[in-house]
C-alpha cells in the first residue's frame, strides 16, 4: 500500500524550531519530487517547499524562504523539514505529498498533480 | 504569480443534485497543470481530477473536470451523502511552485 506517514508535530514557542519527518512505503521513493503542504486552522491549503528527487533543487513560498529547510534521505524512504523562527502564523497541520509529473499518452506535455498525501501532523506555535 | 479564486465560497445543494464549482485564474494557465482536490473534515486532501479534465484512479464518474485558459469547472453530477466536503483547485508554475483557490464548500442543504 502506497503511504506517507508524518510525525514530529507539537507545540513550540514563537522562534523556537521543529523537525517534521515523513515516511514513505509502498512505492520507489527516490523517483519521486515530494512536497509538504500546509493548512492553518480553518484555512485552506498552503504549498511550503518542495524537493527533487536526488535533493539537488529545492523550492519555497516566500513566506518561509531563509526559516524552512526542505531534506530528504532515499536510503530511508524519509523526508524532512526543518522549520527554525517559528511564527504563530506557522501554526498548521502540515501534509507531506508525493508530486506526479506524467506523461500525456502520446508524450507531447506533462500533468503536474499530487497523488499520495499523509495524514498530516500538527504545529502549534504558541507561547 | 498566479491566483486561483474559487467560487461560490459555499454550495447549499441537496442529496442527487448538481453541484457545478468554478476555478478561474489570474491568468493563463496549462490545462494540463490543473487538478481538484476534494477535502473531508479531519482528513488529507485526495486527488479527484488532473489534467483539467482526467479522473484520477477510483474516482467515480459523477466527477467531471473541465476548462480551459483562466475558466475551469469541476462538476459533480449528482450529489451523494459522502460528496460533501470543500473542494480546491490547484494549479502548477514556476513561483510558487504549487498555487492553490481557497476552496468551495459543498454543504447540505
Known amino acids: 500500500e502506497v503511504q506517507l506517514v508524518e510525525s514530529g508535530g507539537g507545540l513550540v514557542q514563537p522562534g523556537g524550531s521543529l523537525r517534521l519527518s515523513c515516511a514513505a512505503s509502498g512505492f520507489t521513493f527516490s523517483s519521486y519530487w515530494m512536497s509538504w503542504v500546509r493548512q492553518a486552522p480553518g484555512k485552506g491549503l498552503e504549498w511550503v517547499a518542495n524537493i527533487k528527487q536526488d535533493g539537488s533543487e529545492k523550492y519555497y513560498v516566500d513566506s518561509v524562504k531563509g526559516r524552512f529547510t526542505i531534506s530528504r534521505d532515499n536510503a530511508k524512504n524519509s523526508l524532512y523539514l526543518q522549520m527554525n523562527s517559528l511564527r504563530a502564523e506557522d501554526t498548521a497541520v502540515y501534509y507531506c505529498?508525493?508530486?506526479?509529473?506524467?506523461?500525456?499518452?502520446?508524450?507531447?506535455?506533462?500533468?503536474?498533480?499530487?497523488?499520495?498525501w499523509g495524514k498530516g501532523t500538527t504545529v502549534t506555535v504558541s507561547s | 504569480e498566479i491566483v486561483l479564486t474559487q467560487s461560490p465560497g459555499t454550495l447549499s445543494l441537496s442529496p442527487g443534485e448538481r453541484a457545478t464549482l468554478s476555478c478561474r485564474a489570474s491568468q493563463s494557465v496549462s490545462s494540463s497543470y490543473l487538478a481538484w482536490y476534494q477535502q473531508k473534515p479531519g482528513q488529507a486532501p485526495r486527488l479527484l481530477i488532473y489534467?483539467?479534465?482526467s479522473r484520477a484512479t477510483g474516482i467515480p464518474d459523477r466527477f467531471s473536470g473541465s476548462g480551459s485558459g483562466t475558466d475551469f469547472t469541476l462538476t459533480i453530477s449528482r450529489l451523494e451523502p459522502e460528496d460533501f466536503a470543500v473542494y480546491y483547485c490547484?494549479?502548477?508554475?514556476?513561483?510558487?511552485?504549487?498555487?492553490f483557490g481557497q476552496g468551495t464548500k459543498v454543504e447540505i442543504k
Open positions: 490547484q494549479q502548477y508554475g514556476s513561483s510558487p511552485r504549487w498555487t
Open positions: 489534467g483539467a479534465s
Open positions: 505529498a508525493r508530486d506526479r509529473y506524467t506523461a500525456s499518452t502520446r508524450g507531447d506535455y506533462y500533468y503536474y498533480y499530487m497523488d499520495v
